[in-house]
């Protein structure tokens, strides 16, 4: 299994002075939590195969607060991590044994919209969906919607620069991002863009964005919205394989006439989402594309017609289009809850989320399935296909022994397809934990070393979410943090 | 997600039940989204997936419930927002439940909260015990200072007004008021609820007329309690009792003359009532005539049709424009699923129906928690109050006693039960929360 | 690369190269590997540019002159795809001519600065254009990027795709650096079909650039109007009035930066008589937190402060 690296054992041993230095920092008991139960809540987010309770945790209120514990953290040396809601599927939320958890969920208001600049400011503790909804009576929405969207803040989002279906349009978290307000780890609070477009100076919210929390902490978020589409209709197209929808996605993409969504599911996955919501999935079908278009009704009947016409072309067996809004949002509703309906049918997944060229799609399938049969793995595939996200879904039984390591060595065997066929190993759900090893598939030393270097400057203490991102150092240290045994570059 | 229970050891059958449910947890954590108490408190222990988490760790180490971990257990209110969000189907409402069991029966509380559950448990279920403290209320009032927290709250929900025992509570039959040339639409049973009755007998008594209108014999059951309110205490032992009694006099009726269902009008009740299979799975004697009640089981709006609506729709057509805001209860939407049938009843006479913001969110009655959680209860109430009012209603609609008393004391326009509107727009009496409106 | 394909650039006319810079002749490369070998070979600060085009913009840097211009050609394009990489010192025109073949064009129109811009340059200054609230700007259609740091090692980050977060965001950061982090040296870029009319120039912006001082100013849309409030000199809005160009005639405009300030915006200066901008520079003036935060990113690239030294900001 996956190495974790090892705590501070003089953290640890420090660990009452911290909790009280902690509690007389917060001015109240109720936003730290020492208890051992309550602290193994916190080992953990939506990649549970991975688990380490942390040393402490605390609850943060507002920006002051981030600022002092970071404050302290950074003078006294303490290792901490952020965590948003705990849905990363990279482990990105997974502390270690030496780490103070910095929860931001309590911080979840919506400080600000401007209906005229179509922005608003938000705590990062806010779900994506909530801006959405606060702001859909102005006919805007908050365009990047990661598929846990119902659940997971935008801090989260703008650490991993999350993705979701709708980005083949609109783009992702951190084309959307216009300001943040910056924790760094020394405890400084620092205003990065603002309401305007393009930041001047250095492009410090495409550094920050993506980040994976590394940097410092963002407490405050001003986002773009933009106008809701007068009308946005999915389609449902079923094939008898795979490998045509997979062709019929890079076939649509190559028109240039890009739809809102072209979402991928195959067998597995039609039948865990249709028992989870009857959104009218055809249950007969080997993968079943959704294609959404938008616009006005007169520009959508033709964009439909377009995309029935080429999924006819590619071999669909079955098409329908949804009736109404109740039936469209069922359908998506299926789609977001994908991985979570896979829980009907496998006590547990791996979620892999390499990235590749769509004109690659059917290959890479056909790769993929190949290398699930040799592991004698089952995988389920939802995926944004329209941009060539993938998302293999590597099933398993954690309680069969050993099987960890052999789904670890099934999801790199995939991700060296993803990197082969000219992508990358993480469209969206970032490195975090679960793919720092495979950095060096698409990174040479020195590629990371520069990486490292900025991490160096923003925390050269390396107290900020370690163990994430980079490979371990042979000696086990946790990446980038000044190694005895190689010096600094 | 994996569990970690100890090889060897024997678990009880309940245990065994909660392993296959911690097993169909992915630990997505898309079940935060949806959880009020998450939604007020930003704790991960106060979300759905951190009380599987807290549980789990309990059950598989065998350990004995902690003040922490009670702590975070009593703040659910079991609304199971997190059930209708789970894409996984993980059963937390027997999770949870068999949580409240373990700390019911391992842990022991302070004294004076042991003394004012049992307190609850005791007059809550019981109509006239309950009436009759309720009169003594207001004597309450001057003690206010030195009544503890709890208390307090329990004075703050107390009606100012206190309705006469209705007639229409008693046991007996009403027979239909109108014969179709095939005989009655039916024979159904009424159960007539424990603090609906003493709250707000109108309610029943709607019933009555409605379904007697709409052609159905109605029994009113001698029954005043299903055992839900000790059921989410934890009190199995209580719980069974009381759900036995129940069942035993469905049954009874139901072998006088077949039933075609158990109506039931608030939905707190009907979760329970159609949960009775898995209260009873571990007792072999009951557990056939418990799925048998359950299987009878049906709110008031799935029994009544819009078409049975509409051929008796009055003429003055009472609702017809009407800005009704629906208040589902939790019980409801997540409980027993039912989420357009009360709706689509009361569009078919004519109301504009609306829903408030955050209509997944619980009001914080949830049975007994007002009562023990009144602090979170009271942010959750003005937050539902808020959103109602954006809506802007003319009268606010719900079927659930508990919501009703929950809601009604913050808004200024009438707030009635479902039914009432049904029997008001098919020649019923105008609900009496409109007088003087 | 599998699926790549080299397209050769058009050959050069005698005009293009060596590129001027500053008035001095700037060192041109053909290959990144003798790029880098060269940064690594000398220790004096450089003067960093692609094409020129952009050249009045801040400070003077005093250095040894240092194209890119020679990096030329198209070494990925798939037009299924809409992916296109090319080297740094590639002009805009042959990127559009290849890109025309397939129907295809650049997603961030830039302006020209009434030259032929190497896609470096476009990059490495993020200045966007017409189609900035659609599309985006340079920034947002960034996929890849080699560059050569202050060390002179040659390092890849981004990729060929359009959703990666493999790592941080290090292309991103080098947009609108200006030269001052690292040397771009090959970028991978998002294309978009030539479905629809393309977002023009504003009207007025001829008269803009007529004036001696030209002020660009991004804010918030619901603030173009105050900022226009009294200015009698020639404007322009774009970006449905997030974006205000301001021409001046004299140095006395100097407050537009606190004033693109005051409104939640910022203001470059892109037309300035050299005197001026040697004592004013062009850069909207940053908050001290902020200037922390970029000396570090700073010496996270450029340790030894070698690349276009002080041509944004004094201290970086």
């Not at chain 1, 008991?29 to 942390?54: F, H, M, Q, W």
């Not at chain 2, 602090?375 to 659930?400: F, H, M, V, Y």
Request: charged residues 20%; contains cysteine; hydrophobic residues 40%.
């Amino acid at each position: 299994m996956l190495n974790l690296p090892s705590p501070r054992a003089e953290v640890l041993d420090r660990r009452q002075q911290i909790a009280r230095d902690l509690r007389a920092l917060l001015g109240r008991d109720d936003l730290l939590i020492t208890s051992a139960n309550e602290l193994k809540g916190y080992e953990t987010d939506g990649l549970a195969c991975y688990r380490t309770v942390p040393m402490l945790a605390v609850l943060a209120e507002d920006t002051a607060q981030v600022a002092a514990v970071l404050r302290y953290c950074h003078d006294n040396e303490v290792p901490v991590m952020a965590r948003g809601a705990g849905t990363s599927l990279a482990g990105g939320a997974l502390p270690q044994q030496d780490t103070v958890v910095l929860g931001l969920s309590k911080m979840n208001e919506i400080l600000e919209v401007c209906a005229e600049n179509q922005t608003a400011r938000v705590q990062a503790g806010v779900t994506n969906r909530n801006i959405s909804t606060a702001v859909d009576d102005l006919g805007l929405f908050y365009a990047p919607d990661p598929s846990s969207q119902i659940a997971c803040t935008i801090g989260g989002n703008v650490a991993m620069n999350s993705g979701g279906a709708h980005c083949l349009k609109y783009g992702v978290t951190t084309n959307h991002i216009l300001g943040v307000t910056f924790v760094t780890m020394e405890g400084a609070v620092v205003e990065i863009g603002g309401e305007a477009f393009d930041l001047p100076g250095y492009d410090l919210l495409g550094l920050i964005v993506g980040a994976e929390g590394q940097l410092g902490v963002v407490t405050e978020v001003t986002v773009r919205l933009m106008p809701k589409p007068e009308a946005a209709r999915p389609l449902l197209a079923g094939f008898d394989s795979a490998l045509d929808a997979g062709a019929c996605v890079a076939a649509i993409m190559a028109t240039g006439r890009t739809p809102v969504a072209i979402e991928f599911m195959d067998r597995p996955a039609i039948l865990a989402c249709e028992r989870f919501t009857g959104a009218g999935y055809p249950t007969d079908a080997q993968a079943l594309l959704i294609i959404e278009v938008e616009g006005s009704e007169a520009e959508i009947e033709i964009e439909l017609a377009f995309v029935e016409a080429m999924a006819r072309e590619h071999g669909a067996t079955s098409i329908s289009v949804a009736e109404d809004i109740v039936s469209a949002e069922n359908i998506w509703k299926g789609r977001k809850s994908a991985f979570g309906a896979i829980g009907q049918i496998s006590p547990d997944y791996l979620c892999m989320d390499g990235t590749i060229p769509v004109t690659k799609l059917p290959d890479v399938l056909e790769q993929i399935y190949a290398i699930g049969d040799r592991y004698g793995f089952e995988i389920a595939n939802i995926f944004h296909a329209g941009d060539g996200n993938m998302h293999p879904l590597i099933m398993y039984d954690s309680h069969q022994p050993g099987v960890l390591d052999r789904v670890e060595d099934c999801g790199a065997e995939i991700l060296c397809v993803c990197v082969e066929a000219g992508g990358c190993i993480t469209g969206e759900h970032g490195v975090g934990i679960e793919k720092r090893d495979h950095m060096p598939l698409m990174f040479s030393p020195e590629d990371l070393e520069q990486m490292k270097a900025l991490k160096r400057g923003f925390d050269p203490k390396w107290l900020l979410n370690g163990g994430k991102v980079f490979p371990l150092t042979e000696t086990g240290i946790p990446a980038g943090q000044i190694d005895p045994t190689q010096g600094l570059h | 997600m994996q569990t970690f229970f100890k090889d060897g050891v024997e678990r009880d059958p309940a245990t065994q039940r909660s392993e296959a449910i911690f097993r169909s947890c992915v630990h997505c954590g898309l079940c935060t989204g949806t959880c009020p108490t998450y939604q007020l408190l930003g704790d991960e222990l106060d979300s759905p997936r951190g009380r599987i988490y807290l549980l789990k760790d309990m059950l598989e180490n065998d350990r004995k419930p902690t003040k922490d971990v009670v702590e975070h257990l009593d703040r659910c209110l079991s609304c199971l927002a997190c059930t209708t969000t789970c894409p996984s189907g993980v059963d937390y409402m027997h999770l949870i439940d068999h949580g409240r069991q373990v700390i019911e029966r391992d842990y022991q509380r302070p004294l004076p909260e042991r003394l004012y559950r049992s307190f609850l448990a005791r007059v809550l279920p019981r109509p006239g015990l309950f009436r009759w403290l309720l009169r003594l209320a207001p004597l309450g009032a001057w003690m206010r200072p030195v009544l503890p927290k709890a208390l307090k709250a329990a004075l703050a929900l107390s009606p100012d007004r206190l309705p006469a025992p209705a007639g229409t509570d008693r046991p007996g039959v009403h027979a239909p008021a109108q014969m179709n040339a095939g005989g009655t639409r039916g024979r159904v049973a009424l159960f007539p609820g424990c603090a609906q009755q003493v709250l707000e007998p109108e309610i029943n008594a709607s019933t009555i007329r409605l379904l007697t209108r709409l052609g159905y014999e109605v029994e009113v059951l001698a029954a005043s309690c299903c055992g839900a309110l000790t059921h989410h205490m934890g009190k199995a032992t209580q719980a069974e009792a009381t759900a036995t009694q129940m069942i035993d006099t469905v049954l009874n009726a139901h072998d006088r003359a077949p039933l075609d269902a158990l109506v039931i009008t608030a939905s707190g009740c009907g979760t329970t009532v159609k949960d009775y299979g898995a209260m009873f799975q571990d007792h072999p004697a009951m557990k056939a005539r418990a799925k048998q009640v359950a299987g009878l089981a049906q709110d008031i709006t799935e029994l009544v049709t819009p078409t049975d609506l509409e051929a008796s729709k009055h003429q003055d057509a009472m609702l017809e424009g009407m800005q009704v805001t629906y208040h589902s209860a939790c019980s409801m939407q997540h409980g027993q699923k039912i989420t357009t049938a009360p709706k689509t009843l009361l569009r078919a006479l004519g109301a504009q129906v609306r829903e408030p913001a955050e209509g997944h969110l619980c009001c914080g009655s949830a049975g007994t928690y007002n009562l023990l959680q009144p602090e979170i209860a009271g942010q959750l109430r003005d937050r539902k109050l808020r959103n109602i009012a954006r809506t802007e209603p003319s009268l606010i609609a719900t079927g659930n006693i508990g919501c009703m008393k929950q809601l009604e004391k913050g808004v200024e326009v009438p707030l009635v039960h479902t039914v009432q509107l049904l029997d008001w727009a098919t020649g019923g009496p105008r609900p009496h929360q409109l007088d003087g409106r | 690369m599998a699926g790549s394909q080299a397209t050769a650039e058009p050959s050069e006319t005698a005009a293009d190269s060596p590129e001027v810079l500053s008035g001095a002749t700037a060192e041109a490369f053909s290959t990144p590997e003798a790029l880098a070998g060269f940064v690594r070979e000398t220790t004096e600060p450089l003067a960093l540019g692609g094409r020129g085009s952009k050249a009045g913009i801040g400070f003077p840097v005093e250095g040894r002159a240092v194209t890119t211009s020679g990096l030329k050609g198209i070494t990925y394009f798939e037009p299924q795809e809409f992916v296109l990489g090319a080297r740094a010192g590639t002009r805009l025109s042959v990127l559009e001519a290849a890109l025309a073949e397939h129907d295809l064009i650049l997603p961030f129109s830039p302006p020209r600065f009434g030259g032929d811009p190497s896609l470096g340059g476009v990059i490495a200054t993020n200045i966007g254009g017409a189609e900035r609230e659609s599309l985006g700007a340079p920034r947002d259609n960034v996929l890849g990027a080699q560059y050569i740091n202050g060390r002179g090692e040659l390092l890849k980050a981004g990729g060929r795709v359009v959703k990666n977060v493999s790592g941080y965001d290090l292309p991103r950061a080098l947009c609108g650096s200006w030269g001052t982090l690292a040397i771009l040296t090959e970028i991978t870029i998002k294309v978009v079909p030539k479905a629809r009319a393309v977002a023009q120039d504003a009207p007025g912006l001829d008269a803009v650039w007529a004036s001696p001082f030209v002020w660009r100013v991004s804010l918030p849309r619901d603030r173009a109007s105050a900022l226009l409030a009294g200015w009698s000199s020639p404007s322009a809005q774009q970006w449905s009035g997030s974006l205000v160009w301001l021409g001046a005639d004299a140095a006395g405009a100097n407050d537009i930066h606190e004033r693109a300030a005051a409104l939640g915006g910022h203001a470059l200066l892109v037309q300035s008589p050299d005197e001026h901008r040697r004592e004013h520079g062009c850069f909207q003036p940053l908050s001290t937190g902020v200037q922390a935060l970029q000396r570090q990113v700073k010496a996270a690239f450029d340790p030894g402060h070698r690349f276009n030294p002080g041509r944004m900001y004094k201290d970086l």
